[in-house]
């Protein structure tokens, strides 16, 4: 884990860092109000993640919205710009988020057990730009337009809670931006 931007420029949000090791180093800057994330990896995926993360640690329950989007085409449909919780910052953790896939795919990503496979719930909307995370007790809910999923997740004492990019290319930096952020503790 590597540590790239002063926390004060973050907002909200603690520190960021890639996880796992990609091989391109992430960042994030403000922009205008906006948070930028860049981030490589060859995914968040199967049982281990590469991806940069701007996070803040917490324990008990937490709400997270934010307006995601992309800077330019991209090179992979299946970039990913995701609210995400995690047990850990390892890149086989426990976690839980939902993705904004390149090619407008949504969906409730999570691995409920260090190191499992992960698994996914499509959500029937595409392309939303407006998503939404909680935590509340070992319910980790997400919402995107009208649609919502939900997951039973384990996490335990303090988690980190924030905003994720995954180019899903080794040797590619993708761009998201992440706007009208609220964090906000529900406990």
């Known amino acids: ?3 790239t931007t002063d926390s004060s420029r973050l907002s909200a949000f603690d ?3 890639d996880v796992g090791e990609p091989q391109l180093p992430g960042s994030a800057h403000t922009d205008a109000g906006d948070l930028v994330i860049t981030g490589a990896g060859h995914n968040m995926w199967l049982d281990r993640d590469e991806f940069h993360f701007v996070w803040k640690e917490v324990d008990g329950d937490w709400s ?3 307006t995601a989007h992309f800077d330019g085409e991209g090179v992979n ?3 990913k ?3 995400l919780v995690r047990q850990d910052l390892g890149a086989e953790a426990v976690y839980a988020g939902i993705a904004l896939h390149g090619d407008g795919l949504t969906s409730l990503q999570y691995r409920s057990e260090s190191g499992a496979m ?4 499509r959500f029937s909307v595409n392309a939303p730009t407006r998503l939404t995370l909680r935590k509340v007790g070992d319910r980790v809910e997400t919402a995107a337009g009208d649609e919502s999923h939900a997951v039973q997740l384990p996490l335990s004492g303090t988690y980190y809670l924030g905003l994720a990019v995954c180019s899903h290319v080794d040797d590619v930096i993708e ?5 009208d952020i609220e ?3 529900l406990s």
Request: proline share 0%; aromatic share 4%.
């Open 1 to 3: 884990m590597s540590t």
């Open 15 to 17: 520190q960021d860092g």
């Open 64 to 66: 997270l919205d934010a």
């Open 77 to 79: 449909a299946h970039r």
């Open 81 to 83: 710009a995701v609210l």
């Open 118 to 121: 992960t698994e996914e719930i």
């Open 175 to 179: 761009t998201a931006r992440f706007s």
């Open 183 to 185: 964090l906000d503790a």
